[in-house]
Structure formats: C-alpha cells, structure tokens
C-alpha cells in the first residue's frame, strides 16, 4: 500500500529577490544583530526602531523564520514593538494603493494584539489620533485587516495562525471600491472587501505590533498590545500587488 509522505515544500527561488522585484517603498529586513534599529533595505532610508527593553521586550540577531533570507526579532512583551523613524506617509502616499506585508511566527495561542499598521501619532500606546490600514490577530488567534471607511471595515481570516508557524500576510488596498481591500495569507486569498480608507488626512508612522486600539470594538486588543511571536521582512509596496506577485512572494518563502 503506498502511503503519503509529508514533504516540506520546495522554494521557489529567492523570497527576499522576489520582494525585491516588486520595488518596495520601506522595507524593514530585521537583521540586525543588535541594537533598536530597523535598516530599511528599500534604498529609500525609511528606517525604523525597536520599542520596548532589550532582553524582555525583545530580541534581536535570530535565524530568519524563512529560511536562508534575512533575519528576524522576537517580540517577547505585548509593550514592545517598532515604529518607522518619521511619519514616512504622507496624505498623498497612503491615499494610493497599497499592499502592506510581513512575515510572522506568532506563539502558540498568542493573545490578541497588533500586527501592522499605520497611526499619526509617534507615541504607540497614545488614545488620540488617525490609525488606519491596520492587521491585527483578534481574541480567536485569526488575522483581521482593518480600515476605516466612515466606519470600522473588516477582513477576517477563516483560520486562526497562533499556531508557532511561520505565516506570510498581505493586505492589498486599492483606490476604490472596484479594487477593494483583500488580506492573502501564506499567498492565498482569506477575504476580500470592496471597503477602502477614507482616513486621508496628516501623515502616518508605520508601526509593528504596539498600537493602541482602543475604540475598534470587539475583536481588538484592548489597549495597546503586540500579537506576540517573531517577525522579519516587514514590506509596503506603492501598488495594490496582482495576486500573482502574492503568490510569487509566498512561494519564494516555501509556504505555497
């Protein structure tokens, strides 16, 4: 009787090539070996910093959680995190389309918390200000991504990923409803929205995990809080990427 093997996936080619290709806007490696900073690999010196204490907020210098590109940061306190070193969006920016990316091992039944996302204020646990284009893991351990459009627009992944595993998620926003917004995780679609953000004003910084989002209704964190686990190759891209190039992002990293 033949029996089925599991095989762990082939790669196809390089992943950080493939991001690469797509021309990202801030690229965020989190291969550091030490130290607060994030290097922007980009070429557009939109770098970032770790917040939180080294040691029991977080680590740096670890293997990259897709193997043989880059490296990683293991966030260990839901108070630590990282924000972009200025508000890197302007209005006329993130106002475009959009995909924003990153790759994240989240801990087995991590509670809910930030991922990603963008806020107009430079202080993460502040209760003023725009935040917008937001993922996040909810109370269930599944992805939601977020935007405001004159109310509060969900995307809910169907299965949870606080499961210790390596996962790669997009969220694609386009220019209007006809595009929408559609979250792909590990390169294949978990939702798809026509709502986009209307929330156009100021600027915005980019943070990584830490963001209070207190007002967002049920399914948030309440607070501030990080969805804990580790994370590299934090990406945003000033197009609303096919889902060709999503599935061509995930299948350089062996996860499709």
Not at 18 to 31: G, K, M, Q, T
Not at 113 to 135: F, H
Not at 141 to 170: C, E, F, K, M, Y
């Amino acid at each position: 009787m033949l029996r089925r093997m599991m095989m762990a996936r082939p790669r196809t080619g390089s992943f950080s090539a493939e991001v690469a290709a797509d021309n990202p806007y801030l690229w965020w490696r989190a291969d550091e070996p030490a130290g607060a900073v994030l290097g922007d690999s980009s070429g557009y010196s939109r770098g970032g910093s770790v917040i939180g204490t080294v040691g029991t907020g977080y680590t740096r210098g670890l293997p990259p959680i897709i193997a043989a590109d880059g490296g990683s940061i293991d966030i260990l306190d839901a108070s630590a995190g990282a924000r972009s070193n200025s508000d890197v969006f302007s209005a006329a920016v993130f106002a475009a389309n959009k995909t924003f990316m990153v790759a994240a091992k989240i801990n087995n039944s991590a509670a809910a918390g930030t991922i990603l996302g963008l806020c107009d204020g430079d202080n993460p646990t502040g209760t003023t200000g725009s935040r917008d284009r937001i993922i996040s893991l909810d109370t269930a351990g599944r992805v939601r991504a977020a935007v405001w459009s004159g109310a509060i627009s969900v995307i809910t992944s169907p299965q949870p990923i606080n499961d210790g595993q390596t996962h790669l998620l997009h969220f694609a926003i386009g220019a209007n409803a006809a595009e929408g917004s559609e979250l792909y995780v590990d390169g294949v679609s978990a939702g798809k929205m026509s709502a986009i953000s209307v929330d156009t004003s100021g600027s915005r910084y980019l943070y990584l995990g830490i963001l209070n989002m207190s007002g967002w209704g049920s399914g948030f964190a309440a607070g501030a809080a990080t969805a804990l686990g580790r994370y590299q190759d934090v990406a945003v891209f000033s197009t609303r990427l096919s889902p060709a190039r999503i599935a061509a992002h995930a299948a350089a990293a062996g996860l499709l």
